[in-house]
């Protein structure tokens, strides 16, 4: 059995709460999730091409400075924004239908 982690434990006990105050507070709740997961998909990303925030910088014509707070979830980049850095992880953007399975 695998021990969860600091952070799924308390996100677990979020979730309890959010549960607690009702349908609104998971619906706010899962939005959030949602939003910041674009920015740890874009970071994993970035990492798995063994990029720095300089270099990837470089390619997208981005400053590192922006790039950094995309990262941290402190910017509100726009969508020509985000496709230019993923364009140059060359990774994609999608929308994803939530009622059907995510293609491997």
């Not at 990492?47 to 720095?52: A, E, G, L, P, Q």
């Not at 994803?96 to 491997?104: G, L, Q, S, T, W």
């Given at each position: 059995?695998?021990?969860?982690?600091?952070?799924?434990?308390?996100?677990?006990?979020?979730?309890?709460?959010?549960?607690?105050?009702?349908d609104g507070a998971v619906q706010e709740l899962h939005a959030l999730t949602d939003y910041y997961s674009v920015f740890n998909q874009f970071l994993e990303l970035r990492?798995?091409?063994?990029?720095?925030q300089k270099e990837l910088a470089a390619a997208a014509h981005i400053d590192q400075s922006e790039i950094s707070r995309i990262e941290k979830g402190a910017a509100n980049p726009t969508l020509a924004t985000l496709e230019s850095l993923v364009r140059a992880l060359g990774g994609e953007l999608r929308i994803?239908?939530?009622?059907?399975?995510?293609?491997?």
């Open positions: 059995m695998t021990k969860k982690s600091d952070f799924d434990t308390l996100m677990d006990g979020i979730e309890a709460e959010a549960k607690a105050e009702g990492k798995k091409r063994n990029m720095t994803v239908d939530r009622k059907e399975p995510i293609p491997a």
